[in-house]
């Protein structure tokens, strides 16, 4: 159970975000996207709670659906001397990286006080143009939803 203390957040991100231990790098949610016919539409959602979370996805009009778990890599020299500005962490640590194929739905450890992240990529089939939403659930809190807009 959360305690008092801790409280299970969800957050929808663009897939160009990087969800770091201590929090996504950009934080901008997203409520909608696009994709063109014969496109991926993908996209991110960012967790943290210390809970076992259950987390599944539901739609009428899914075709195909892959799901990853965002997994972390160390890096001992992120960027090198003289780097530009424009960097989203300049000190060793742990970076998103490598994708874990999962299937839905699926369990996930939290850890206290970390952020976690699953990358979501959706098939645009040719037959489904138009509106569509997907939702994203997770136990213990209301679904988000995420509009879909196939061109």
Request: glycine share 8%; proline share 5%; aromatic share 8%.
């Amino acid at each position: 159970m959360l305690t008092d203390k801790e409280t299970l957040e969800m957050v929808v991100l663009s897939s160009l975000d990087k969800v770091f231990d201590e929090g996504p790098s950009d934080g901008n949610q997203i409520s909608e996207g696009m994709a063109l016919i014969d496109e991926k539409f993908s996209f991110q959602v960012a967790f943290k709670g210390s809970e076992k979370l259950n987390f599944k996805i539901e739609s009428n009009t899914l075709t195909e659906v892959n799901i990853f778990k965002v997994g972390q890599v160390m890096s001992h020299l992120p960027v090198n001397e003289g780097h530009d500005e424009d960097i989203l962490k300049g000190i060793p640590g742990l970076f998103p990286d490598v994708l874990y194929p999962v299937t839905l739905p699926t369990e996930v450890n939290g850890t206290a006080g970390q952020w976690h992240s699953f990358w979501i990529e959706i098939s645009a089939d040719s037959e489904l143009v138009g509106n569509h939403e997907v939702d994203l659930i997770v136990e213990g809190l209301p679904a988000k939803k995420l509009k879909r807009y196939l061109h």
